[in-house]
């Protein structure tokens, strides 16, 4: 018997290894018929060294938050899939991606990019990758490839 997923997450942070994870997700879910769960975590710790802290800062950013994860949930359904939807949280990404949200939503595979935006953050606090693939309960793919299984081309310095 074939394993069968039935709720998948994918991260999403604008990097374009999320956007390869994506790629990957909607024609997983698509094959297993499966609800695909698009999750953004705003970061509240990078706002706790804003010396003014303004509620608008927050706002501005969730109001494009919600633009872009619309944007990602209308490809998804033009490209077949119907079960989509998106979840914009806050907090640190690790315990959301890792921990909190596939508990809450009972999910049964996590598709990561191998890496994502903040490079400081890797380099001083540990991948977000690294810590979802340590912590999570269900299985979880890190994607390195396009759908035709090749690496990620890199634009040369």
């Known amino acids: ?3 069968q997923y039935h709720r998948i997450q994918v991260a999403i942070d604008g990097s374009s290894e999320a956007e390869l994870a994506f790629q990957k997700a909607v024609e997983i879910a698509k094959r297993n018929q499966a609800d695909l769960m698009l999750v953004h975590v705003i970061d509240t710790r990078a706002f706790q060294n804003v010396s003014s802290f303004d509620s608008a800062m927050v706002e501005e950013v969730s109001e494009t938050a ?3 994860m619309a944007e990602y949930v209308q490809t998804a ?3 077949g899939l119907e079960k989509v939807k998106y979840f914009i949280e806050y ?6 991606l890792g921990r909190e949200f596939p508990k809450r939503e009972q999910v049964d595979l996590i598709l990561i ?3 994502g935006l903040n490079a400081v953050e890797r ?3 540990g991948s977000v990758t690294e810590f979802v693939t340590r912590n999570a309960s269900c299985d979880v793919l890190v994607v390195r ?4 299984n090749q690496p990620m081309v890199t634009p040369k310095k």
């Open 123 to 125: 380099i001083l606090l």
């Open 91 to 96: 907090g640190s990404p690790k315990t959301i």
């Open 113 to 115: 990019g191998a890496t």
């Open 1 to 3: 018997m074939l394993q």
């Open 145 to 148: 490839t396009d759908l035709h």
């Open 77 to 79: 359904r033009d490209n």
């Open 66 to 68: 919600k633009k872009t």
